[in-house]
């Protein structure tokens, strides 16, 4: 609030940590594996002969981000976004490089959402990655990179650009399987037995698809605008592959529309269960109300203590009372029974 | 996840059938029907003199699958596209091909929907299709071909290709004729005794409309794109039928869009009638409770044993009290028949 | 289902009649009416030196549409959307005509909505009309054309094409002014006495007023395709006209979207309305109970038989038990009065 | 119904009252009011040296509107929509012309929404106004013309045509004022003691935004048209004035989407007051019939005729029976007191 | 209402205070603080030397702030507009200056939503604000040009007019960030206990909310006008600085999206609990009444007083009438926990 605009500020959760640097140098023969000591080791890779991925963990450290990104030559607009976690998804096209935020989302151990902020640069054969963790969404790409499976060793900086969306993208059909079940589970809660926790619950889910569709629906449109950028970094070959990515995010997107609109029933289903609920109680109370107050009082009409009370000396009275008191009763039930109550 | 991409795997369960290979080859005047041995027997038929109809039966065998895709110069997505049973509907233009990913949707015999991924590649003279099962669908345009019905043996690949499409889309009618069935039994019985189960019922109708409009509302789209197109294999003729296809899901579309609308109905219609049960329910249990409480409560004052109650002692207290009772019975009557709940 | 495309093929209910051939040819200064034996007396009336209106009533005779078809030199695939009275309201645009499918709305002399398929060509100096009955819906063109009223008799084919679109479009506005007076209808009867019938019939108007839009509304994209086409056969003059239509279409779309939301609220209005009856219910239920069940409780204490009751025996005991219970009910009766609910 | 397009018949409700013509003459220097006696007279001011606003009071004379129109040379069509008072908004540009048909919306002496067709005409130096009745939504125009208030004086007639639609646009916001008021005071009501005679009355506010909707929110369109047209009619200069009206319609329109969403809460809100009073409704019969039935039981008990009940015997048998019905007595309050429904 | 369009109303409410003006005139090197006596010395500012922030601070004053625009050349509409505090925000260019209003949001003391008119125009190297109170959401902007903090010193105007709208957005967070607040504030109470106070606050909620996005959504669009300007008074530089205040209005306005089907889950989650409630009461008279009234039907039977009824001379009569007692009542208790309802 009320800091000029380029002021670089951290405003995530993982305070503290150094940043960590690890630089994957290759090309279709060579793969080399750099942990640089210093900043003048990692500036090295600025504009290098192999295709240099240089991967900054953590950016609670901003002078060195800031440091960093003047010596790469970054606008500082970019090192705010790079370090302002709460920044959406966005494509910033600059004359030497192309800049992108992303929110890679995935679970961690406990089954829990885990939502991790990801700046990515590409610039001439060489892809700068700030991230917050270091986790396993790029592991893939990696492993790929070391074992030269795939195509990525024989390609560009572009491309690897490419494979780190991917990867993104990738994992988010992930989450969304996990909302799948999640929506799968309440509903067959709700349909056994809704109780106030299971309102609950599905207003959780609610606002976790609302959560997740911001994060990952605007990811569609920017990559359309990679596809049709005229930035010379990206090469007519990799922009067939983000048309690959695109279709995903066309894909996931649909899914989450869909997802909504299932918690939306589900909070229908809930009601009508509550309703339903409501009513089978109601007939209960109706069905021992309507049968035993006619009783009462009739019994009630036997119980008083006028002197002259002809019915009280009939010898089968109390037995053409209990006559009487059957009939109704059994009356009542063939009503009950009739109406569909029983 | 965290394949690279391009990489052929097959996602569907229709797993372990080995694929099998059907190829009709026709023009005007001949008619051939191959069931080659060997891929190259297959490869062959690649830019033929008549046209060619290569119909590869079961995705399962990945590495079958990858060979037809290599010998006939297909790209590696495309290859992974035609296996991903995943895949929502696309068209691809390529160079030398076009590439379609559609859904066919039908009723199995005990009238289950069954969703099936089918790829297509229109090639030269040559329609490639991968499907997984060896069903109906396309049944009517084998028919046509054999028995020369209709234009189809006097024009080219592309319009063996709109007439593929178009027997998909054509087979959407009877799903959706299918769900209409449903959304009126439904209705039916709504009205007549609405359950727990009917509630579940039209939640599950519900998923199953959200569904299909997830395979079938991107064709619509995707055809005009091919009527717009100026790929060389699509000749403008063909633009002209497929025109009607494109009016065809432009239909379906909206058909859809309607009953969506007649489901939140439906539900609709089982809550007001849920309401109007606990209303009949609580209209009993009031009737009930309003007469016979308030007579009781006169039983009861006759019921005490105070030495000094002179009604008692009259000779016709009793009869009184009858008469008092039933004068109450039936101005309870005549005011509920007043309140029109009788 | 399976049929080639071009199939003619007819789907309605309106089986068996045989087709039925009006002729109308004028200009500003004659008049015919032609009722052809043959179909070469038909085509006799193509390109014709004055303006014709060859007019067949009755579809279900698919060979004599599909000769009239051949012998206009129309498109197959027009004469399959002729016959074809699913089709979806359309406007083609071939070289040497344009063709356009409506449906007309009007109501019958039960008051009961009926659709009717009709389907015109404008050709060269000519307007060909198939449609299903012999209505009045086009009635008030004819009279025009005989009594020489308005400009239409001075204009060419485009204007009569022009004037029967424009008749279609007027009848919507009766059915519209039908469905609205049904929807008042419901109000009162909602408002005044809401029953389960009432719901079932906001039901069905909901699905009428689905129905009309599925017809109704894709006309004013039409008649705009219309306006903005560049094809011949239309004059600037008649586009001026066919503006006219399209400001009625628009209208009719505004008109139905009010419907639909008019009809939500009916649903609204009977929701609480059955919670306004269902809270009646429960007050009456409530105030009964809540007096008497305490007073039947001071009967049941004095009806006790122990031996040793004092107030039993006291000489006003029976009056001061009616007093308290005398200031029991008005008390209650206070307390329901401050409530708000006597 | 089947009437020629361009056929001028009056379908408003202000029927029979003779067309009063007034016509203002003026430039920067000069000011003349004139009541023209017949016909010819008001011609003379067809193309007028001074800026000349004609306008006619009274639309049922259709036969004196008809020879308005013919002698003005306005298009038939025009003169159809000018006595159309169902006629949507609209602009038509003409070769000699300008066209535009608006509503004005105000309230009556009794705070009623009045709706009023009034059609303009923008011709060279001319404007020539159609309007129901002899009201004030102009007065403020008419009287910055006569005391050369403003820039009106010194402008010429596109600048009058934009100050009389920019007089209609600002009465808007007085309707919409006043059904901001009928809003608030609906809420009160709503939050206060909600009846059904409240549901009904936020149904009709419902219609009435809808009403209003539908007459307002094509004026946004309709100004954009103007200020875009290249019609030499509108100088550079009114646009910039236009641009202003655009500006108020836009905040019309979303004022009105607002008071929709407010009406739909409005709905929620009685609905959840109506659940509201509903539960306390029950919580009075429950806690009434929890507490009393189960001590009106132990009164019965002890209200039995067994021979042998040893309890009767007891001397202080009845003063144990109070103990305990005043222990459970107070032991339910305590109940409903934790349950916090007391 | 009726005013000649361009006449300088303000229809605020902070009436009566007089206008005070501070002039800040800065260049990299420079920095002065003006409080201009007079008119004159205001004027002397215009096209300066320096970078000039000339800050009109109260706006009830018609005649001084009419008088200002006169001296600065500017359109009578664009001071209308000034002091109409009314007036939706907006972008309008002129020739020589770009105009814009907007809506400053922000919290006072007591946390109550304020909102603040401000009009800016941005000229040849001077931006002129028209403001109503003399608050802090300009401070940090001020503060940034006394201390020479980040680039603002070394920029030009148009620098500063960003600055400024940057500032007024940024603030909108802050308030976004209440709104959040508040809803999971509503969101635990609604969960805790629900009453009529909620569903209140939540309408209320839901009108800031309408409120705040009716002022706050139109930013973004005006934002995206100024970007896509060829108006030489925004510098390409600038440009890049605006595109990542447009990212802001687009976060803010999805947040907003996100705010309002959060309050709209609410009221869902409002009514769930409410029927929640119902149930509970209602389970706890159903069983209370289910148990209680046979019983006391059966002590009925007993206390009729039949001369002959022979259960009432048995011996151990009382013992087993209590013994019938107690297994009625614990069946009806085991019946009642087999459904859940205990």
Same mark, same amino acid.
């Given at each position: ?35 640089? &000591? ?24 901003? +002078? ?12 500082? !607009? ?42 990515? *640069? ?24 070391? +074992? ?15 494979? !780190? ?79 690959? *990515? ?70 089968? &009275? ?25």
């Amino acid at each position: 609030m009320g800091k000029a605009p380029g002021t670089i500020t951290y405003l995530g959760q993982r305070e503290g940590a150094k940043s960590v640097v690890n630089i994957l140098d290759y090309n279709e023969t060579t793969f080399e594996h750099h942990k640089p &000591g210093n900043l003048d080791q990692i500036v090295a890779h600025r504009e290098p002969p192999l295709v240099s991925w240089i991967d900054v963990v953590g950016l609670s450290d901003e +002078t060195f981000i800031e440091k960093v990104g003047k010596r790469f030559g970054l606008n500082p !607009l970019v090192m705010e976004d790079t370090v302002n976690t709460q920044q959406r998804p966005k494509i910033d096209e600059y004359e030497h490089y192309i800049f992108g935020v992303f929110k890679m989302l995935y679970l961690d151990e406990d089954n829990q959402l885990v939502t991790e902020h990801v700046a990515l *640069v590409l610039m001439k054969n060489c892809v700068l990655v700030f991230q917050e963790l270091e986790d396993d969404v790029f592991n893939g790409v990696r492993e790929r990179i070391r +074992t030269k499976s795939g195509r990525i060793r024989s390609r560009g900086a572009d491309y690897l650009f490419f494979a !780190l969306i991917d990867a993104i993208v990738d994992h988010y059909f992930v989450v969304l399987e996990h909302l799948n079940e999640q929506i799968e589970l309440l509903e067959d809660e709700v349909y056994e037995n809704p109780t106030k926790q299971e309102a609950n619950k599905i207003q959780e889910l609610k606002k976790q698809v609302l959560k997740v569709r911001r994060w990952v629906s605007p990811v569609k449109e920017l990559v359309s605008r990679l596809i049709e950028t005229e930035h010379p970094l990206i090469t007519k070959d990799t922009k067939l592959f983000l048309r690959d *990515v695109q279709d995903h995010s066309t894909e996931i997107n649909e899914t989450i529309q869909i997802y909504r609109e299932m918690t939306m029933s589900l909070m229908e289903m809930y009601m009508s269960n509550m309703s339903n609920k409501m009513n089978e109680v109601m007939k209960v109370l109706t069905i021992m109300a309507s049968i035993f107050i006619p009783l009462t009082f009739i019994a009630g009409i036997y119980g008083m203590n006028f002197k002259y009370m002809p019915e009280l000396e009939w010898h089968y &009275g109390y037995y053409m009372v209990w006559a009487v008191m059957v009939a109704l009763f059994v009356g009542m039930l063939i009503f009950f029974k009739k109406k569909g109550w029983l």
